[in-house]
Every structure is written in structure tokens, then in C-alpha cells.
């Protein structure tokens, strides 16, 4: 089976979401930790987190990927707003130990000006300012598409800063199919290679997860624009050779496609059916 699910919604608590998951036939979930926009969170209720971790239990779900706000910005010119990420992925480090054992997935950011150098400084600093030795969470770096002064636009952005975070066992990568083919990485033409590349560069032993994304745009438009599993310029035969290679097949998949939950729920059927192994 693979291991496979999509990004849902928990505002209306964490049961709500795992009944979700099942219902559209996903045995994995991403959610955002707050709302997308960095508002405040809200209060975790113990009893639907312990009912939510029953529940899952019972119906093979596992490896949640806890999603940080997008709008937070680690790099930004701006000491406030840098000092804003640092306090909520903190905190959401924090809450995210009622869960146990996840995942928390961020982006990079955008050096705004400041230069790539300065900008890989300053995520790494956040880093080594929250991580702990204690922490059950493994911490994602995602690789990202390039628009504009985004970090993370190639394999050697994102080893400059696992290189220098302290704790390696809390940190990785999660591997967007929609952002590296917007960097340029041929994933269509040429997988073998990239995975390739991303082992010489990063280590492949980083690598945690997978955002499973067709793309609107051609390869290295650096536009991350999401498109539909085999509807973009990805394209279904490269999503055959992606769940299926040796290297990615047993790592966890997560949708974000632009879909309501049937269409979820589509896409999971069919990337289950051309699953192998
Ligand atoms: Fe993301
Ligand atoms: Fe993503
Ligand atoms: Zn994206």
C-alpha cells in the first residue's frame, strides 16, 4: 500500500479530520498547524487529540505532516517578522508534542533583498534557537518553486542550511514535485538523475516526505502554481515512476492538488491502483 493522503482541514478538530481521511481513503494527512495566514492558534482540546490518536490507530493512519503558516518568513529584512516566525514555529514545536512523533513542514522563506548568503544565516539561526534534543517533532525544510527571493529554489540552498542546524536527527526535507519541476528539475525526463542529484547534494537519508503536485506551468517557470495529478505539465506517467521508484516508494505522499475531497479522493484510488510494490 502506499503510504498516502492529502491536506485537510482540522478546524473542526482533529476527529473531524482523521473520519476525513478515512472517507476519502487517505492513511496519511497534512494540516496546517493555525490558520495559513499565522493568526493565532487555537486552544488544542487533550481529549479530541486522544480520540483523534485512537482513531487513526484503528484505521492504519499514520505520519501526520503538520504544515507551518506560509506566511511566516525566517529571512525576512524585517526583525519583526523574523522574530514572529521564530515565536510561532516555537510554539508550534510546542503543541505539536500532544501528537507525538510528527512531522512540521515549513518554507524556507524569501531573503527580501537581503542575498541568499544572509538570508540562509538568519533560517538557520531560527533553527538552532527552537530545535531541542527533547523534541519528538522531525522538522521539514520544503523544497521550493523560486518565485521571487524564496530559499530553498535548489538541492544546495537547502544542504547550506542542513549544514549547519545542530541537532541533524531533527531536521529534513520535504520534496515538492510541483516546486522542483517550477526550479528546473526535470522530473518528467529524467527522475533517476534528480534523485540522483538530490542524494549527492543533500543525502537522501534527509529526505522525509513528498508533496505530490502536478504543475500549470513548464519546467523552471519558478511560478508554483498547483495543478491537478496528470492535468499539468508533470503529467500522470511521471506520477506512475514517482510513487513507484525504489528510492521514494516508502515514503509518505501528500496531495495538494486543487480539489475538494471526492476529487481527493480520486486521485488516492488512482495513484493506489498504479502502486507496484
Ligand atoms: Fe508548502
Ligand atoms: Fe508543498
Ligand atoms: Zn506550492
Redesign the pocket.
Known sequence: MLKIGCHLSVSKGFLPMGKDAVKIGANTMQFFTRNPRGSKAKDIDPEDISAFLEFCKENGISHFLA?AP?TLNPCSANPETRVFAKETMGDDLKRLELLGGCMY?F?PGSHTGQGAKTGIEQIVDMLNSILTKEQSTVVLL?TMAGKGSEIGRSFEELKAIIDKVELKDKIGVCL?TCHIHDGGYDIVNDLDGVIQEFDKVIGLSYLKAI?LNDSMNPLGAHKDRHEKIGKGYIGLDAFEQIINHPALCNLPFYLETPNELPGYAEEIEKLQKLFTF
Open positions: 504544515h506560509y513542514n518554507h520544503e515538492d508533496h
